[in-house]
């Protein structure tokens, strides 16, 4: 079906899955499904330049930007809310600090919504031999904004009418019908 380019070369990303799998929580969930939805953003620009979109691939390079600097705060955020949560001398500071993860979860799942959207619009009017790599790209957002829903529920300060709880259904149900799911 294609010619045989050869070896290809693919960037390493061992350092990040070690970070991942490391026994210290920070990386954690939230960066990754972060980084997901960028991963996802980078596939959505590589669909829409190889269909001659440069409005779509612009719009795909910079929600991967905008996810790769949400997984670095969220990382950051944890780590002072695992901070705040391991000293115990201050509630109100530790309910911020666990506050602030929850709102910057809420971003990410926002991002990579938006990911899933472009991924079904591309997946809509690509040229038709890029489509299936729109809508796998769709399944990627998608799944990386139900993994930031689950974060945002387990969440301490959360409770069950908490807006940002029904945001975060609402995003994860968002990203599922934009990627076709």
């Given amino acids: 079906m294609w010619d045989d380019p050869g070896p290809v070369q693919v960037p390493r990303i061992d350092p990040l899955l070690e970070a991942l799998a490391a026994a210290d929580p920070v990386p954690g969930t939230g960066t990754a499904a972060a980084l997901a939805g960028a991963m996802a953003a980078a596939l959505c620009t590589k669909v829409a330049r190889m269909s001659g979109d440069g409005g779509a691939a612009a719009q795909g390079t910079a929600l991967s930007r905008r996810l790769t600097a949400l997984g670095d705060e969220d990382a950051q955020l944890f780590r002072a809310a695992l ?14 600090a666990v506050a602030q993860t929850a709102d910057v979860l809420l971003l990410i799942a926002e991002a990579c919504t938006d990911v899933a959207a472009l991924a079904g619009a591309l997946a809509a009017n690509a040229a038709p031999e890029h489509q299936p790599e729109a809508r796998a ?25 908490d807006e940002r709880l029904r945001l975060a259904r609402q995003l994860s149900e968002q990203a599922k019908t934009h990627a076709g799911g």
Avoid at 83 to 96: T, W
Avoid at 142 to 148: I, P
Wanted: aromatic fraction near 2%; proline fraction near 0%; charged fraction near 25%.
């Fill in 83 to 96: 901070d705040e949560l391991e000293r115990r001398s201050d509630d109100f500071a530790l309910g911020q």
């Fill in 137 to 161: 790209a769709g399944a990627l957002a998608a799944g990386a904004t139900r993994a930031t829903a689950v974060l945002v529920e387990a969440n301490l300060t959360v409770t069950t009418d």
